[in-house]
């Protein structure tokens, strides 16, 4: 999240214009989708509208009866948008205040905890990783739920920063890193202190590699949707072609379009594309969908755009399954029997 990650070719300013209007639609799906809107104003460097944003937000919510899922998170992401922006005294209050209220939710803290992180306040950010680990994971734990890995792997990174010895948590740290570069690699201090150094590609990948690994919470929110393929259940595929006969050449068959939804994503899957999920389609929020564009809901044109909205309101559901899990049809089989078996 920070300002010179990689855009991936997105128009931040028309993705979170795109998500605000998404929002006025859907009321009930605003909180998730005003975030998102306001990740990407950060990310185009809108960051005064940002703010307005996280206020228009915490207007709406906060206090008994308030209507937010997660208040602290987005004071959290408010107070780390503000200190960009020259907003220290304020950013700094607004921490102090999520500290003392102790959120129950590691992603407040991860942020806050950056946010200090980025602007040097490396002891202070070890202090906040810390507390939350001692409220969020119970001692002993060695399998702390997955949402908790970042706290582990954030207070690791900055621990090597600060040159202190391993302690337990850095150690289930390790153990908990999956990718092909160890923690202890990726957080080496000379590493990152040599960032000076000679080979300007050895320098440009380490500077990538710091950055991939930072702020990865705040970059996932600016990815709005997961990339989500759509898909109708028995039902309403069925009312949706008697209403709308001219999809038939979208949807030849029920067993085709199953067929056609676990290739689309086995193809994305395998052409590296992360963060993938199936949504769920309904004949009348197809309908309304298709009204809120003004077109007619016979243009198969219209199903990625409705699939994306889906998604955009939170609506995706993480593919695949587990192999043990249903499987997204609905057969009531298990996944790795049904769509996921290996295809001969
Ligand atoms: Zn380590
Ligand atoms: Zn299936």
């Not at 980025?118 to 949402?147: K, N, V, Y």
């Not at 900055?158 to 990726?186: I, K, N, Y």
């Not at 992360?274 to 003004?294: C, H, K, R, W």
């Amino acid at each position: 999240m920070r300002p010179d990650t990689p855009a991936e070719n997105v128009d931040h300013s028309a993705e979170a214009a795109r998500l605000e209007r998404t929002a006025g639609l859907y009321p009930e799906d605003a909180e998730a989708l005003l975030l998102r809107a306001a990740a990407h104003l950060e990310l185009s460097g809108a960051r005064p509208e940002a703010t307005a944003l996280y206020d228009r937000l915490l207007a709406s919510g906060e206090g008994p009866g308030g209507g937010l899922d997660n208040p602290a998170l987005v004071r959290a992401l408010k107070a780390s948008n503000l200190w960009e922006y020259g907003h220290e005294a304020e950013a700094r209050a607004i921490i102090d205040g999520i500290r003392a209220s102790a959120p129950r939710d590691p992603a407040p803290w991860v942020i806050v905890a950056e946010a200090l992180e980025s602007h040097d306040e490396l002891e202070a950010a070890e202090a906040t990783f810390t507390e939350a680990a001692r409220l969020l994971i119970p001692s002993g734990q060695d399998t702390p739920p997955q949402p908790a890995h970042p706290l582990l792997f954030g207070r690791h990174r900055v621990r090597r920063m600060l040159g202190v010895p391993h302690d337990e948590w850095d150690t289930l740290a390790d153990t908990l890193h999956t990718s092909p570069v160890s923690l202890d690699e990726l957080h080496d201090p000379k590493r990152v202190w040599s960032l000076g150094s000679s080979n300007p590609a050895e320098l440009e990948a380490e500077i990538t590699r710091l950055r991939a690994e930072l702020g990865t919470y705040r970059e996932a929110l600016s990815r709005p949707f997961p990339v989500a393929i759509l898909h109708w259940p028995a039902a309403e595929f069925q009312e949706l072609l008697e209403a709308y006969p001219a999809l038939a050449t979208e949807y030849p068959s029920y067993e085709e379009h199953l067929a056609r939804t676990e290739s689309a994503l086995r193809e994305l899957a395998a052409s590296g594309t992360g963060n993938l999920g199936i949504v769920t389609g309904t004949v009348p929020s197809y309908e309304a969908f298709a009204a809120s564009e003004s077109a007619s809901p016979s243009d198969a044109t219209l199903l990625p755009q409705y699939a994306t909205t889906l998604a955009a309101r939170g609506r995706a559901v993480a593919w695949p399954p587990g192999r043990d899990s249903g499987c997204w049809c609905g057969s009531g089989r298990g996944y790795g029997e049904c769509h996921g078996a290996p295809t001969a």
